[in-house]
């Protein structure tokens, strides 16, 4: 099964308001990432949160990391109609050769 | 500065046929990694290759889908005799390793869209 499973599967919001989805994963990490892509496109990394940090921000993001609960989520502030699109979370985990396990992903429609 | 480029963008082939997929990585990249996206699947981890070497084929079925990333040239991920089930979005990506951060980022590419007939 995927290492990383985000919830909701999809989440409708109106514009302006603050989305949050959440990933849960099963094994230790080195650090955890979550990715945007926009529909027929590639993914587009967002930001990442290393397993000793337990919050990061980056402009309207911002990403918790709880190693204890094995979970992560991501808020995303004052959303616009530009930020529909889906969402992933990805774990690292530790050791060399390492490969990137992605979730299923969050569809985010934000309604203008 | 080109990203990561894959080519073909779309790509028709029939039952039995051959398909051939591109990856040129990111400048400065060593790292190559093909992903298979089914609708509401997710992205599928495939396979894991520095220049000339696999280090990870563990998500590559058996028979028919081989991967290469020869010394010079583009990654190729190959899957001969195709059937309508391999028809899916094939997504690269590559990275320059963990490093001293110790963070494996990824770049991907817009993927290549496979459809089996």
């Known amino acids: 099964s995927q290492q990383g499973e985000e919830d909701p599967q999809a989440l409708s919001i109106q514009e302006g308001e603050n989305a949050t989805m959440n990933c849960s994963y099963k094994t230790s990490i080195n650090n955890l990432q979550w990715y945007r892509q926009n529909s027929g496109r590639g993914l587009v990394h967002l930001i990442l949160?290393?397993?000793?940090?337990r919050e990061k921000h980056s402009g309207r993001l911002r990403v918790t990391l709880d190693t204890s609960k094995k979970s992560s989520s991501l808020l995303i502030t004052a959303s616009r109609a530009a930020d529909t699109a889906s969402y992933f979370c990805a774990t690292d985990p530790t050791g060399a050769n390492s490969k990137l396990t992605f979730g299923k992903g969050i569809t985010l429609s934000v309604r203008p | 500065n080109a990203g990561v480029m894959q080519n073909p963008r779309h790509l028709v082939r029939r039952r039995g046929q051959e398909a051939r997929l591109r990856c040129s990585p990111m400048k400065g990249h060593s790292h190559v990694y093909w992903y298979r996206q089914l609708p509401e699947e997710g992205l599928k981890f495939m396979v894991y290759l520095q220049k000339e070497n696999i280090i990870d084929e563990s998500g590559m079925p058996k028979e028919r889908f081989s991967a290469e990333f020869p010394k010079e040239g583009p990654s190729i991920l190959r899957i001969q005799q195709v059937v309508r089930g391999d028809s899916a979005a094939y997504f690269c990506?590559?990275?320059?390793?963990?490093?001293?951060?110790?963070?494996?980022?990824?770049?991907f590419g817009a993927g290549s869209r496979l459809t089996v007939l």
């Open positions: 990506a590559s990275s320059r390793g963990q490093g001293s951060s110790g963070a494996n980022v990824l770049t």
């Open positions: 949160i290393r397993s000793n940090e």
